[in-house]
């Protein structure tokens, strides 16, 4: 028998995990699993301060279980790259994430290593679509004659020019009047020039 963690995850603090920890453990005695410990947290699969998850790959890289349990890899991974880098990082220390649909990530078989192939390229697709919804929202506004980027002149410089020359008068230095008027060393030494 296998030592396995469960990892069960909501989104938010009206959902509960019952049902996927019901499911999990029903899933691990028929699979053979030994469950060593129970993880549940409730964080948006978009976070990345997942306590919970963190211990898990803790107790993996510390060679305490041979697989992590999930109802679907949706409760797991955040993103495709994140997915992905995990699953390396687990692979590297021996552990597969097994998903209660049956579906077994383990990149030293040929089925795992398919699977995160496809999972590479699915995220660099999202990453080349993200650009080019970028690249063309750009576009559309500098067509529309929209001013992009910062405005020309530095208009913070000029706001406090009078303020920062005064203060150089007086011998203070440029990082005491940049915390005192709340603006960048930058800004106070662009503001000298006006």
Same mark, same amino acid.
């Given at each position: 028998?296998?030592?396995?963690?469960?990892?069960?995850?909501?989104?938010?603090?009206?959902?509960?995990?019952e049902?996927?920890?019901?499911?999990?453990?029903a899933?691990?005695?028929?699979?053979?699993? @030994?469950?060593?410990?129970?993880?549940?947290?409730?964080?948006?699969?978009?976070?990345?301060?997942?306590?919970?998850?963190?211990?898990?790959?803790a107790?993996?890289?510390?060679?305490?279980?041979?697989?992590?349990?999930?109802?679907?890899? @949706?409760?797991?991974?955040?993103?495709?790259?994140?997915?992905?880098? @995990?699953?390396?990082?687990?692979?590297?220390?021996?552990v597969?994430?097994?998903?209660?649909?049956?579906?077994?990530?383990?990149?030293? @078989?040929?089925q795992?290593?398919?699977?995160?192939?496809?999972?590479?390229?699915?995220?660099?697709?999202?990453r080349?679509?993200?650009?080019?919804?970028?690249?063309?929202?750009?576009?559309?506004?500098?067509?529309?004659?929209?001013?992009?980027?910062?405005?020309?002149?530095?208009?913070?410089?000029?706001?406090?020019?009078?303020?920062?020359?005064?203060?150089r008068?007086?011998?203070?230095?440029?990082?005491?009047?940049?915390?005192?008027?709340?603006?960048?060393?930058?800004?106070?030494?662009?503001?000298e020039?006006?």
């Amino acid at each position: 028998m296998k030592n396995a963690a469960i990892y069960a995850r909501v989104s938010t603090d009206d959902q509960s995990c019952e049902r996927q920890l019901r499911d999990l453990q029903a899933f691990a005695e028929r699979a053979g699993y @030994t469950v060593v410990q129970v993880f549940t947290e409730t964080a948006s699969g978009m976070k990345n301060d997942r306590k919970e998850r963190a211990k898990v790959m803790a107790m993996a890289q510390k060679r305490q279980i041979e697989a992590v349990l999930v109802t679907e890899l @949706t409760r797991w991974g955040r993103s495709s790259r994140d997915l992905i880098n @995990t699953l390396e990082d687990l692979n590297g220390f021996g552990v597969s994430v097994i998903a209660q649909t049956g579906m077994q990530f383990d990149l030293s @078989t040929a089925q795992g290593k398919m699977i995160a192939g496809v999972l590479a390229l699915m995220s660099q697709f999202e990453r080349d679509l993200l650009s080019e919804r970028t690249k063309s929202g750009l576009a559309t506004a500098r067509a529309k004659g929209k001013k992009l980027g910062r405005p020309a002149g530095n208009q913070a410089a000029k706001k406090h020019s009078k303020a920062v020359k005064a203060f150089r008068a007086t011998g203070k230095s440029i990082r005491w009047i940049s915390d005192e008027l709340h603006v960048s060393k930058d800004t106070v030494m662009a503001a000298e020039a006006f």
